[in-house]
Protein backbone atom coordinates (compact mmCIF):
# COMPACT_ATOMS: atom_id res chain seq x y z
CA UNK A 1 0.00 0.00 0.00
CA UNK A 2 3.22 2.32 0.57
CA UNK A 3 4.20 2.17 -2.78
CA UNK A 4 0.67 2.83 -4.42
CA UNK A 5 0.46 5.77 -2.22
CA UNK A 6 3.71 6.84 -3.05
CA UNK A 7 2.63 6.53 -6.79
CA UNK A 8 -0.18 8.41 -6.70
CA UNK A 9 1.75 11.46 -4.88
CA UNK A 10 4.29 11.29 -7.43
CA UNK A 11 1.46 11.18 -10.03
CA UNK A 12 -0.23 14.19 -8.39
CA UNK A 13 3.02 16.53 -8.14
CA UNK A 14 4.28 15.63 -11.79
CA UNK A 15 0.81 16.24 -13.60
CA UNK A 16 -0.30 18.78 -11.43
CA UNK A 17 -3.34 20.40 -13.38
CA UNK A 18 -3.16 23.72 -11.95
CA UNK A 19 0.50 23.91 -13.61
CA UNK A 20 -0.63 23.72 -16.70
CA UNK A 21 -3.78 26.02 -16.85
CA UNK A 22 -1.48 29.02 -15.62
CA UNK A 23 -1.45 29.31 -11.67
CA UNK A 24 -0.53 32.28 -9.71
CA UNK A 25 2.22 30.62 -7.61
CA UNK A 26 0.89 32.56 -4.05
CA UNK A 27 -0.61 30.93 -0.36
CA UNK A 28 -3.58 29.80 -2.56
CA UNK A 29 -1.88 27.63 -4.64
CA UNK A 30 0.37 26.17 -1.56
CA UNK A 31 -2.61 25.73 0.36
CA UNK A 32 -4.31 23.97 -2.50
CA UNK A 33 -1.14 21.45 -3.01
CA UNK A 34 -1.70 20.84 0.79
CA UNK A 35 -4.89 19.99 0.73
CA UNK A 36 -4.50 17.84 -2.88
CA UNK A 37 -1.77 16.13 -0.78
CA UNK A 38 -3.99 15.38 2.42
CA UNK A 39 -6.65 14.02 0.12
CA UNK A 40 -4.93 11.51 -1.53
CA UNK A 41 -3.41 10.34 1.63
CA UNK A 42 -6.93 9.93 2.93
CA UNK A 43 -8.21 8.54 -0.16
CA UNK A 44 -5.57 5.89 -0.28
CA UNK A 45 -6.10 4.51 3.21
CA UNK A 46 -9.99 5.15 2.91
CA UNK A 47 -9.21 2.40 -0.30
CA UNK A 48 -7.45 0.40 1.62
CA UNK A 49 -9.81 0.01 3.93
CA UNK A 50 -12.30 -0.54 1.84
CA UNK A 51 -10.82 -3.66 0.50
CA UNK A 52 -10.57 -5.37 4.14
CA UNK A 53 -7.53 -3.53 5.37
CA UNK A 54 -4.57 -5.72 5.88
CA UNK A 55 -7.18 -8.73 5.23
CA UNK A 56 -7.93 -7.65 1.62
CA UNK A 57 -6.88 -9.00 -0.90
CA UNK A 58 -4.66 -7.65 -3.97
CA UNK A 59 -5.00 -4.09 -2.79
CA UNK A 60 -2.42 -2.94 -5.47
CA UNK A 61 -3.48 -4.44 -8.40
CA UNK A 62 -7.16 -3.73 -7.56
CA UNK A 63 -6.50 -0.39 -6.85
CA UNK A 64 -4.22 0.18 -10.47
CA UNK A 65 -7.16 -1.80 -12.36
CA UNK A 66 -9.92 0.77 -10.35
CA UNK A 67 -7.80 3.73 -11.40
CA UNK A 68 -8.07 3.71 -14.69
CA UNK A 69 -11.34 4.16 -15.69
CA UNK A 70 -12.01 6.19 -12.58
CA UNK A 71 -8.73 8.08 -14.09
CA UNK A 72 -10.48 8.42 -17.08
CA UNK A 73 -13.43 10.12 -15.69
CA UNK A 74 -12.14 12.45 -13.54
CA UNK A 75 -9.64 13.60 -16.86
CA UNK A 76 -12.43 14.00 -18.82
CA UNK A 77 -14.61 15.98 -16.02
CA UNK A 78 -11.25 18.15 -15.51
CA UNK A 79 -10.64 19.05 -19.60
CA UNK A 80 -14.43 20.06 -19.89
CA UNK A 81 -14.20 22.13 -16.67
CA UNK A 82 -10.83 23.16 -18.19
CA UNK A 83 -12.22 24.18 -21.32
CA UNK A 84 -15.14 25.61 -19.73
CA UNK A 85 -13.23 27.93 -17.77
CA UNK A 86 -11.08 28.96 -20.88
CA UNK A 87 -14.02 29.80 -23.04
CA UNK A 88 -16.22 31.86 -20.37
CA UNK A 89 -13.05 33.55 -18.37
CA UNK A 90 -13.47 36.61 -20.18
CA UNK A 91 -17.50 36.90 -19.94
CA UNK A 92 -17.43 35.21 -16.60
CA UNK A 93 -15.02 36.41 -15.03
CA UNK A 94 -14.98 40.45 -15.30
CA UNK A 95 -14.80 43.69 -12.73
CA UNK A 96 -19.05 43.62 -13.63
CA UNK A 97 -19.08 40.16 -12.11
CA UNK A 98 -16.07 40.04 -9.54
CA UNK A 99 -14.25 42.87 -7.83
CA UNK A 100 -11.18 40.43 -8.54
CA UNK A 101 -11.50 38.18 -11.52
CA UNK A 102 -8.18 36.81 -11.31
CA UNK A 103 -8.94 36.03 -7.66
CA UNK A 104 -12.16 34.53 -8.14
CA UNK A 105 -11.20 32.37 -11.78
CA UNK A 106 -8.09 30.94 -9.34
CA UNK A 107 -10.50 30.10 -6.36
CA UNK A 108 -12.84 28.26 -8.94
CA UNK A 109 -10.64 26.79 -10.69
CA UNK A 110 -8.84 25.68 -7.44
CA UNK A 111 -11.63 24.62 -5.82
CA UNK A 112 -12.56 22.27 -8.81
CA UNK A 113 -9.18 20.68 -8.86
CA UNK A 114 -10.11 19.64 -5.32
CA UNK A 115 -13.35 18.37 -6.33
CA UNK A 116 -11.97 15.96 -8.77
CA UNK A 117 -9.15 14.97 -6.13
CA UNK A 118 -12.29 13.90 -3.94
CA UNK A 119 -14.54 12.22 -7.00
CA UNK A 120 -11.11 10.06 -7.84
CA UNK A 121 -10.94 8.54 -4.39
CA UNK A 122 -14.87 8.80 -4.29
CA UNK A 123 -14.54 5.76 -7.47
CA UNK A 124 -11.79 4.31 -6.31
CA UNK A 125 -13.53 3.34 -2.73
CA UNK A 126 -16.85 2.93 -4.28
CA UNK A 127 -15.30 0.31 -6.59
CA UNK A 128 -13.61 -1.63 -4.05
CA UNK A 129 -16.70 -1.93 -2.00
CA UNK A 130 -18.68 -3.65 -4.92
CA UNK A 131 -15.75 -5.73 -5.22
CA UNK A 132 -16.40 -6.92 -1.77
CA UNK A 133 -19.89 -7.12 -1.79
CA UNK A 134 -19.50 -9.11 -5.05
CA UNK A 135 -16.87 -11.45 -2.79
CA UNK A 136 -19.56 -11.79 -0.11
CA UNK A 137 -22.07 -13.42 -2.78
CA UNK A 138 -22.37 -16.91 -2.69
CA UNK A 139 -20.44 -18.63 -5.74
CA UNK A 140 -19.70 -15.17 -6.84
CA UNK A 141 -15.79 -14.62 -5.73
CA UNK A 142 -12.53 -13.58 -7.02
CA UNK A 143 -9.86 -16.38 -6.47
CA UNK A 144 -6.40 -15.17 -4.79
CA UNK A 145 -5.04 -14.12 -8.81
CA UNK A 146 -8.10 -12.28 -9.22
CA UNK A 147 -10.42 -13.76 -11.61
CA UNK A 148 -14.15 -14.85 -11.03
CA UNK A 149 -14.50 -17.94 -9.79
CA UNK A 150 -17.55 -18.43 -11.93
CA UNK A 151 -21.23 -20.03 -10.56
CA UNK A 152 -21.09 -24.28 -11.68
CA UNK A 153 -23.70 -24.41 -14.34
Given at each position: ??????????????????????????????????????????????????????????????????????????????????????????????????????????????????????????????????????EKQPNNSL???????????
Amino acid sequence: MHYLLASFLLVLFVTYYSLWWGVIRDWLFYLELVVLTIITVIGCLKAFEANGGKQGNSFVLRAICLSVPAGVRVNIFSLLFGLTLLFTEESIFSSINFADPQRAYTIISYTGFVGFNIYFWWLLIFGFNRIIIFEKQPNNSLNQSGTINAPPG
